[in-house]
């Protein structure tokens, strides 16, 4: 019961970090009349959020990699709760700002330990279950967390959002600190990869920086598209997505109960989705069914990647699992920003074609991930020793 408690503490704060990271896009225009800034400057405080978090995932995992996750976690969502609190007590632009950089550099660390540290909680075989209920907390942020925070900031403030967040952060921090157990670093099962294996992580890496970027040029432009190529009305685009996050719920929940020796093929079969929504998109752009539809598969697909991803890591890892999950993250999030950089220079030229090429950059990584297996048989019969990483990244 107590793990369970923990697992659900854990869920919670998946869904604190995304909403955190998120909220400002929902109110944009509150926050910049409050701080006397345009709207562009505001736009800076998700994008300067995820270039930190990007920069600063690997050097703090290594930095702090003698802490115990209960402490480390704890020590995180405190940093959060009071930087979200910093936010929403700014009385300026620069300390909005510096709120939300600290927040970013919790966030950095907080997805390096926060899958082995969930999946340290059961046996082996309950792995994937757990990083299901995990990262349904993080399904639930962009569906609940954010429409909530939007409404919520538009009736009584954009400042009282943030507050809610910090109360929430703090009673997540609670429960992590009294029921989480103290484990030693390096002596749970989940703290090295159960077949680790160079080749195919960093195929992983790879494939998951290509596929997120496809994933997120569409993603970006998700709204404009919705109206000027398929034609719905702006009072449709909320129900579109809250259909997009239930599907992308649904996903995350059945991609954990995929046996650990089926994740390279369920991986590649949820990548093979994603390409393949993101073909019917832009295949059935103004057709309104058909582009729904297509959209709440992308949603299923990605959720269920990122799922996926999270019990493939603990596998293939070639030393710590901590270092190779802040691998994936950095890799994840080069792939966010890379998706929105793409998508927004595609918003006045090529709209429609940005689901065309969000579909090639989905291929992409899927014939990244088909050549896995003959790039891991070529190392094989060479019977090259396998390097093991340590702690701190050094081979040994």
Do not use: K
């Amino acid at each position: 019961m107590r793990a369970r408690i923990v697992l659900v503490a854990l869920a919670l704060s998946t869904f604190f970090y995304v909403t955190v990271e998120t909220l400002p896009i929902g109110l944009l225009p509150q926050i910049a009349d409050g701080v006397h800034v345009p709207g562009s400057s505001v736009g800076l405080l998700v994008t300067a959020y995820g270039l930190v978090v990007v920069a600063a995932t690997i050097p703090l995992t290594r930095l702090t990699h003698h802490w115990s996750r209960r402490r480390l976690l704890t020590v995180l969502l405190l940093t959060a709760t009071a930087a979200t609190a910093l936010s929403a007590l700014a009385p300026s632009y620069p300390i909005l700002l510096t709120g939300r950089l600290l927040a970013a550099l919790s966030q950095a660390l907080f997805w390096a330990v926060v899958t082995p540290a969930a999946a340290g909680l059961f046996l082996p075989a309950m792995r994937g279950r757990a990083i299901a209920i995990l990262y349904a907390g993080s399904s639930a942020g962009p569906l609940v967390g954010v429409p909530a925070g939007t409404w919520i900031g538009q009736q009584a403030g954009w400042r009282v959002p943030f507050l809610v967040l910090s109360a929430i952060g703090l009673g997540i921090a609670v429960v992590i600190a009294v029921l989480m157990p103290e484990v030693p670093p390096g002596t749970s099962h989940a703290d090295r990869g159960s077949e680790p294996d160079p080749t195919r992580f960093r195929t992983l890496v790879v494939a998951t920086a290509i596929t997120v970027t496809g994933a997120f040029t569409a993603l970006t432009v998700i709204t404009p598209f919705l109206t000027d190529v398929t034609g719905v009305g702006d009072s449709a685009i909320g129900p579109i997505l809250l259909i997009r996050g239930l599907a992308g719920l649904t996903g995350a929940i059945t991609a954990g109960f995929v046996p650990d020796r089926h994740t390279w093929r369920a991986l590649v079969a949820a990548t093979a989705l994603e390409a393949a929504a993101l073909a019917a998109t832009f295949a059935f752009a103004t057709t309104p069914v058909g582009a729904i539809a297509a959209i709440a598969l992308t949603g299923t697909a990605l959720s269920a990647l990122v799922t996926i991803m999270g019990t493939r890591v603990l596998q293939v890892a070639p030393g710590s699992t901590d270092m190779a999950s802040a691998t994936t993250s950095t890799a994840f999030n080069v792939g966010i920003t890379a998706g929105a950089l793409i998508g927004s220079l595609l918003l006045t030229t090529a709209l429609r074609s940005s689901a065309l090429l969000a579909a090639g950059f989905a291929t992409l990584g899927l014939l990244t991930l088909l050549l896995e297996p003959r790039l891991a048989a070529r190392r094989r019969p060479a019977e090259v020793p396998v390097p093991v990483l340590t702690d701190t990244g050094s081979p040994r």
